[in-house]
């Protein structure tokens, strides 16, 4: 495939990180649309995204740093290539950061938690869908080989120096486009968060169904993947990111269950489902009690 995507003179534009940096603006710019939705302040949950962006970048790298300090105190020039290396165990430490760093801007706002998560879910899984797309052109968590069985019609081979350099993927052997596979189902579920989102039943019902979609289609995904790297768990039936899955898939059975209080979050104002108003709304509700107020 494309690890590198183009040259600015010496320069290199690095796949993965283009097709990161195009989901990361997509979904920014359609939570403008989700938080309208949702009856949340845009700019706040701008501000929320951005904050736990900068968390996760930060959170993987410094990890990465702290894991290899030694090696890059010989070799303080391998700093330069940090940004290129991708981990399963990376992500998923930026994603923890990321998730503690939107919760504390979000109580410091006073944005309601579960409706705040309603309308992160759908662009979040539009990010997911596009940062799976650039680990397929750039052969990070590449697929299984195909030695001529199912999926051999539509398999992928690397063959850049950079592939095998930046993300360990093997030369000239044909391999699932098991991040493709990743890809299609998080767009699948964006897509159909957007469409529930206005018909949710009680806030947080759309953020329980992106961790159980996540998680389901994390745990199928993997038995396409090159277990190279990602941990085992019970003697090999699962590896680290399958079992992050059943933490997903349990925690989004917890997040669905039904909820007696309308309290959303301790610290968190309560958000009202049928009476979540947006600006507009507001506008228009003054605007009517003044005339009221003439007529009588």
Known sequence: ?????????SILIPAYGASAALGVLLALFLTQRTARIAGLNAAQVWNLCVVALFAALAGSRVLLVALNW????????????????HHPLLAAFGVLVAAVAALLYGRWQCLPLWTTADALAGPVALGLAFE????????????T?????????????????????WSGAPLGVPVHPVQAY?????????????????????PGDVFGLLLLGAGVAVF???????????????????DGPQAAAVVLVIAAGIVL????????????????????????????AASET???????
């Open 1 to 9: 495939m494309y690890p590198v995507l183009f040259h600015i003179g």
């Open 70 to 85: 030694t090696s890059l105190r010989i070799h303080p020039s391998w700093m330069l290539g940090l940004a290129m290396i």
């Open 132 to 143: 799976q797309f650039g680990t397929l052109l750039a052969g990070s968590g590449y697929g």
């Open 145 to 165: 080989g195909t030695a001529g069985g199912v999926g051999a019609h539509w398999a992928v081979v690397y063959i850049h120096p950079l592939a095998a350099r």
């Open 182 to 202: 990743a890809a299609l189902a998080f767009l699948a579920l964006s897509v159909f968060l957007l469409a529930w989102l206005p018909f949710r039943r009680q």
């Open 220 to 238: 199928f995904t993997e038995f396409w993947r090159d277990r190279e790297g990602r941990g085992a768990l019970l003697s090999g039936a699962l």
């Open 257 to 284: 269950l039904e909820r007696k209080s309308s309290v959303e979050g301790r610290g968190l104002p309560p958000s009202n489902l049928n009476e979540s108003k947006t600006p507009e709304h507001v506008a228009i």
């Open 290 to 296: 003044k005339d009221e107020g003439a007529h009588g």
